[in-house]
Every structure is written in structure tokens, then in C-alpha cells.
């Protein structure tokens, strides 16, 4: 008789990161950088939310990216509502 399959709390974790991605600059991985339309910026903070590298700051009245961590993945972009985000290849 197959062994039965461990259920998902015996299974150890995996893919956990233990430390922000603000502990690495990953700004030197990018070829393309994110460009945004303040004019048509909403200051939703979907961007905000979904940058997986803490990249997007927001002070209150306005978001920047900072580039040290930022490595170019285009997921602000995708995930504008009005797509003013748009990435631009690096120099
Ligand atoms: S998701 Fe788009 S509209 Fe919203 S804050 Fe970011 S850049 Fe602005
Ligand atoms: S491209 Fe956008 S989502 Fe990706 S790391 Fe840079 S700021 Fe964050």
C-alpha cells in the first residue's frame, strides 16, 4: 500500500524569505526602470502594495522609487489602474 502523502504541516517550509529584500540592493539587476506620469498618478498605492522589492516609497503626499532596490521587474507597471507607469530600457 503507497505511503500517504504528508499533509502541507509536515512539509517544512520553503521559499520563506527570512529578511526584507531591502537587506540587498538589487538595483544593479535592472535593464529597465520604471517611468511615471505624475500628472495622471492617482496615488492609489497599488504600486506600492505589490512591489516585491520595497522599492516604492511613500511619503505621505507622493510615491518615488528608489532605485538601489529597485531591479526593474515591471510588476508596478502591470499592476498600475491607469497605467502610467511605463518602463523605460537603461541606458
Ligand atoms: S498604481 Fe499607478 S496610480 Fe496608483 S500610485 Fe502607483 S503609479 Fe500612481
Ligand atoms: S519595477 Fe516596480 S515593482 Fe519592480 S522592483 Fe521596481 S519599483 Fe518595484
Not at 526593474?72 to 502610467?84: D, F, L, Q, S, Y
Request: a positive charge; glycine letters at 6%.
Amino acid at each position: 500500500m503507497a505511503k500517504p502523502k504528508p499533509s502541507y504541516k509536515e512539509i517544512p517550509p520553503a521559499a520563506v524569505a527570512w529578511k526584507p529584500a531591502t537587506d540587498y540592493k538589487t538595483g544593479d539587476w535592472r535593464s529597465k526602470r520604471p517611468i511615471r506620469d505624475t500628472e495622471k498618478c492617482t496615488r492609489c498605492l497599488i504600486c506600492w502594495i505589490f512591489c516585491p522589492d520595497g522599492a516604492i516609497k511613500w511619503d505621505g503626499k507622493d510615491i518615488t522609487f528608489n532605485l538601489d532596490y529597485c531591479k526593474g521587474c515591471g510588476i508596478c507597471a502591470h499592476e498600475c489602474p491607469v497605467e502610467c507607469i511605463k518602463m523605460e530600457t537603461e541606458e
